[in-house]
C-alpha cells in the first residue's frame, strides 16, 4: 500500500506553480515515510532472527565440541554462518573449518551440506 502510494505520488509532480510543487514535495515525503513505516518491521524481524541464529549456532558449536564459538564467529561472515545452521551435527564442524580456510560462498556451503536441516521457520 504504502509502495503504491508513493508510485501515485510520484506520478503526480507537479512543478507548474510554487504551491502545487511544495505540495508535491510534501506527498512524495509522506509517501517516503508510509513505506518505510511499512518496511521496517520486516527489517526488525530478520535483524532478530540473525541473532537467534547466531545464538543457536554458538550453542550447537558448544554442545558439539564444549568450546565456544566466538573465535570460529569472527572469520565467518553472518551470511555464512546462516548457510552453516543447515548442516546436520554430524558434518557441521568439517563445513566451519573448510569454510574458514577456503571462505566458502554461502551457495556453496549449502550446495555441500549432505544431511540438510531444513528451517520451516524463517520469515
Known amino acids: ?3 503504491l502510494f508513493l508510485g501515485w505520488t510520484i506520478f503526480r509532480i507537479d512543478f507548474n506553480s510554487h504551491q502545487s ?7 512524495i515525503l509522506l509517501g517516503l515515510i508510509i513505506f518505510l ?5 520486516r ?3 530478520i535483524k532478530n532472527q540473525n541473532r537467534i541464529i547466531r545464538m543457536e549456532m ?6 558439539l565440541t564444549g568450546k ?5 564467529e569472527n572469520k565467518l561472515s553472518p551470511s555464512q554462518i546462516i548457510a552453516l545452521r543447515f548442516a546436520g551435527d554430524d ?3 568439517a563445513l566451519i573449518d573448510k569454510t574458514i580456510q577456503e571462505n ?7 550446495k555441500s551440506v549432505s544431511n540438510w536441516q531444513a528451517d520451516h521457520h524463517r520469515v
Do not use: C, H, V
Open 68 to 72: 565456544a564459538f566466538y573465535e570460529k
Open 58 to 63: 554458538r550453542q550447537r558449536y558448544f554442545q
Open 1 to 3: 500500500m504504502g509502495l
Open 91 to 93: 558434518e557441521l564442524l
Open 21 to 27: 510543487a511544495s505540495d508535491s514535495l510534501y506527498f
Open 104 to 110: 566458502t560462498t554461502p551457495k556453496e556451503i549449502k
Open 43 to 45: 527489517i526488525y524481524a
Open 37 to 41: 513505516i511499512s518496511y521496517l518491521p
